[in-house]
């Protein structure tokens, strides 16, 4: 009983001894604690500030009292040393916890010096500069203290941390060195530069550079460039810079420039007129004394006054003047470019474009087949205010973008041949798309007679070339005489006989050919039959085979003694040869048949042939002789030649014009007055909405007009020349007639402009236009796109939204990363009371972006590095490398959190605990003793 009541006082006893310490230990926590007025603790100790950031955490130590009181009731058998020395790391681990939880920190003071170097690696600097910066660099590493930290930035159009890849310093212990910086040009994952190297951005190295600096270090940079600057702004980084505390110094690269030439600019003056000269200033910068060639084109073609100049640039900026002169308004883009340099590096900055806007009277392009004959037309429409461009088709615009600077185009008899399918494409884009004008007058190279039936130019005018026919009007009979003679083995033969079938297709269904085909006698392969045997006239032909010698005679006469048999109201005979041959007796048999109306035209093939002959014969008997130096186009001459009897067009006979249809050109204009046309061009009116205008004395079209989309073509059947329209050059109506006329249908631009001001900044496109109603109030609210067009000439067209941005301002900022001249076109759209956008306004501007301005500069710019220096206290070429490490007096108050370290030091004390509880440290021979257990187990048993 004595000792059941002792054990029963040590446990109250031990309870209570529990119960005070844990008492004692929240009455700590909440006096100094939860009742604390600040949210921190903080002491200091031997100059170190120590603070918990979260001293609430501090609680979990009141378990500790839990692992005290436990003990007495602990199973474990171990000896007592061991269960006190247990209970002494789970109170050590609970507090270690609750140190870690409530998060120890202590503030301190270093001179440590870290150094970015930033190293510019653009394709401005020279390779030996770039020497002198990994020169630098190395000495950096070689003498820093030893507790000082380098790292290190190349940069050009983007900054690149480079991490090294060259062993050591130069020490001793290089291999135990880190790697060295390799400092060299950007590459791509191919290692290709492309245009990496194409820039030089000081800012955005400086701003990377924040985050390189480790915490407790002084912050220094040290800037090795050029200090030219193709984007950002290093001095406005180094204001920033100052209050980060980085200390900014500067080397500037001292090396001499590269060779090279640049161009700068290209100057233009501020407003050109149409036919007055004006000069072109080229500002061209050259590193050192050299030669050149300098092409200035206009458009794309040379230009007219100053083409090319031969230079003697000397060392620097250089002023060279061009003169030019612009003859028909609209956009004009110039191009300079620098050939034959003896001494130059980048080819990126030999180029420089930029257009202009030439206000004048409304352009006309005038193609004419005959230009000598271009005179009348040419100066009433100049009369009437209008700049008339003429040209040869040969000149006809290579692009819809020189096209476009015209109002109005007119092509007068110009045969199919001479206009390319391009051109005609480019014809009916401009009319359809545009909204131009387009006159084709007629002539003897015009409509059918010159070949342009079933093209792309009849399908967009509002006539037929097929013209039917009257039944009263004559049939034709055609008669082929084709050589066969050895020369015309294989392809002549091959392609003559292509063109006798063409031929045959060609002609109506009535009419009649023969085919002969000679050697030393002639051969009726085709006897006179109608063409609408078409399957069997092929057949036949395709049988003609190359024979022996040339005789051009018997065939002649026997295609004489055919066609004076046969029955038609035109009769017509074409001579194909190779060759020379006899002439004796065609001067006869060829009079004979112009007496009896039957014409010849003939065909020289190649050079070995008599032209004096041929030409005999066309002229005696009233047709045409073509000389034919390749085979292939054979089938062209043929088709036209039977165009032009066939389809019987040309109408030559005095008539005159009859007005059917109203215009508002031809008011004022009394047409009956006019005088009488000697010709035209037979063709026939297509359906609605096709509008007949002018007719002939027999109803057919002279003059007929329709739109094809936003455009109007015209058809004039007779020509503009003194030959059917003789009589009419001399008409005091004439002038006023042709400049009404082209008034009305060319473009129109009704419009209404908006100024637009555009620059380039730091590689974007900078555009903003202010837009005013006619009451000059704010026009607001409009949906406005710009379209960016380029580079010119021919360049591809990219939209983007304007965005409204103050009381009617719109502006845009893109990214501009080609290079070139730009076009740009605003279209401002307002919304309809019916939901439609309809267009309010269109403005127009244009911008040169020549090439990066990394080529453009080459001389450092050291008052820059001198400002951002001074910004931030640094130094320009510091004296020395200790001079950059040299903490000047400053000191950085570093904050190092310790919570790691308690957290650490209580999973050391946790294993312990476990190893401390698992084996026996203390009295290692200890056994149990039997009758404790005996006795331990029968209280257990009574228990239960």
Not at 338 to 345: A, F, G, R, Y
Not at 514 to 537: E, G, L, S
Not at 882 to 910: C, M, N, Q
């Amino acid at each position: 009983m004595s000792v059941w009541k002792g054990r029963r006082f040590r446990v109250i006893a031990w309870t209570i001894t529990c119960v005070a310490l844990a008492g004692l230990l929240f009455w700590a926590y909440r006096r100094f604690v939860l009742l604390h007025p600040d949210p921190t603790l903080t002491w200091e100790r031997g100059g170190v500030k120590y603070e918990l950031l979260n001293p609430k955490m501090l609680g979990a130590a009141l378990l500790a009292p839990w692992f005290v009181a436990v003990l007495g009731a602990s199973l474990a058998d171990l000896p007592w040393q061991q269960r006190i020395l247990s209970v002494l790391l789970r109170v050590a681990f609970v507090a270690l916890v609750a140190l870690g939880l409530s998060r120890l920190a202590r503030t301190a003071t270093t001179e440590k010096v870290a150094t970015v170097y930033l190293v510019d690696v653009s394709d401005s600097v020279t390779d030996e500069a770039l020497g002198d910066a990994r020169e630098a660099v190395r000495r950096a590493y070689a003498e820093k203290p030893e507790d000082a930290v380098i790292k290190v930035i190349t940069f050009a159009r983007r900054p690149r941390l480079d991490e090294g890849g060259e062993p050591g310093s130069g020490t001793e212990d290089a291999e135990k060195q880190p790697p060295l910086p390799t400092i060299g040009r950007h590459v791509d994952a191919q290692g290709k530069r492309g245009d990496l190297g194409a820039g030089s951005n000081l800012q955005a190295a400086l701003q990377l550079a924040y985050g390189l600096y480790p915490p407790g270090y002084l912050k220094r940079a040290v800037l090795l460039s050029d200090g030219v600057q193709t984007d950002g702004d290093v001095i406005a980084e180094a204001n920033r810079a100052r209050d980060f505390g980085v200390r900014l110094h500067t080397i500037p690269y001292r090396r001499p420039a590269p060779a090279e030439v640049a161009l700068r600019d290209l100057r233009m003056p501020d407003r050109v007129k149409v036919g007055e000269t004006f000069e072109i200033h080229a500002d061209i910068y050259a590193s050192r004394a050299t030669t050149a060639r300098a092409r200035l084109q206009q458009g794309e073609m040379l230009n007219g006054l100053e083409g090319l100049k031969q230079l003697d640039l000397k060392a620097g900026a250089n002023d060279v003047v061009f003169k030019s002169v612009v003859r028909v308004a609209g956009q004009v883009t110039y191009a300079l470019d620098l050939e034959e340099l003896k001494d130059d590096t980048f080819k990126e900055n030999n180029r420089w474009a930029t257009t202009i806007d030439v206000p004048g009277r409304p352009a006309v392009l005038y193609i004419e087949g005959t230009p000598q004959h271009a005179g009348p037309l040419s100066s009433a429409l100049t009369a009437q205010q209008l700049d008339v461009d003429v040209r040869p088709p040969a000149g006809f615009p290579g692009s819809i973008k020189e096209l476009e600077r015209f109002d109005f185009l007119i092509v007068s008899d110009t045969a199919k041949e001479a206009m390319s399918l391009q051109a005609q494409e480019l014809i009916e884009t401009y009319v359809r798309d545009l909204g131009g004008g387009f006159l084709f007058a007629g002539g003897e190279s015009g409509y059918g007679l010159g070949g342009w039936y079933r093209t792309t130019m009849e399908r967009i005018l509002p006539v037929r070339m097929d013209n039917e026919r009257k039944k009263e009007m004559p049939s034709v009979a055609m008669s082929l005489v084709i050589d066969r003679s050895g020369s015309m083995t294989g392809l002549p033969l091959e392609m003559a006989k292509a063109a006798a079938k063409a031929t045959a297709g060609v002609l109506g269904s009535d009419d009649l050919i023969q085919v002969i085909a000679f050697d030393t006698a002639p051969t009726r392969y085709v006897k006179m039959q109608p063409a609408r045997n078409r399957a069997r006239i092929a057949g036949e032909i395709a049988r003609i085979q190359p024979g022996g010698g040339t005789e051009i005679f018997s065939a002649l006469d026997a295609a004489y003694q055919d066609m004076t048999v046969t029955q038609a109201r035109k009769k017509h005979v074409i001579l194909l040869t190779d060759g020379k041959a006899p002439s004796g007796g065609i001067r006869d048999v060829v009079s004979a048949m112009a007496a009896e109306s039957i014409t010849v035209t003939t065909v020289g093939l190649g050079s070995d042939v008599d032209d004096q002959l041929l030409k005999m014969m066309a002229d005696v008997s009233g047709g045409r002789y073509h000389a034919v130096a390749d085979p292939n186009n054979l089938p062209r001459v043929f088709t036209k030649e039977t165009e032009m009897i066939a389809r019987a067009a040309a109408v030559e006979e005095w008539f005159p014009v009859t007005q059917v249809g109203e215009a508002a050109f031809l008011r004022g204009i009394d047409v009956r007055t006019a005088p009488y046309l000697h010709g035209y061009v037979s063709t026939k009116l297509k359906p609605t909405p096709a509008q007949e205008l002018l007719t002939s004395d027999v109803g057919e079209p002279i003059l007929a007009r329709w739109r094809v989309g936003l455009g109007w073509t015209l058809a004039w059947t007779s020509d503009v020349k003194s030959r059917w329209a003789v009589e009419w050059l001399r008409w005091p109506g004439f002038e006023r007639f042709w400049g009404q006329l082209v008034h009305e249908h060319m473009r129109q631009k009704h419009r209404r402009e908006l100024d637009m001001k555009a620059e380039i900044v730091g590689g974007e496109l900078r555009a903003s236009v202010d837009a005013f109603g006619v009451d000059e109030r704010f026009d607001n609210n409009l949906s406005s796109k710009l379209s960016i067009i380029g580079p010119e000439p021919g360049g591809e067209t990219r939209v983007v939204d304007m965005r409204q941005t103050a009381p009617g301002r719109y502006e845009v900022a893109v990214p501009l990363d080609r290079f070139g001249s730009f076009l740009l076109r605003a279209e401002h759209l307002r919304e309809a009371t019916d939901g439609s956008m309809k267009q309010a306004a269109v403005s127009y501007g244009h911008v040169s972006n020549p090439y990066p301005r990394e080529y453009a500069s080459f001389e450092p710019d050291v008052p820059t590095l001198d400002k951002a220096a001074a910004a931030t206290g640094g130094k320009v070429d510091p004296e020395s490398v200790a001079a950059i490490f040299d903490p000047a007096g400053e000191k950085v108050t570093f904050h190092e959190e310790l919570w790691s370290r308690f957290i650490y030091a209580a999973i050391v004390v946790f294993l312990l605990d476990l190893l401390v509880r698992r084996v026996r440290l203390f009295d290692r021979k200890f056994v149990a003793r039997r009758g404790r257990t005996a006795d331990s187990g029968r209280k257990a048993h009574a228990a239960s």
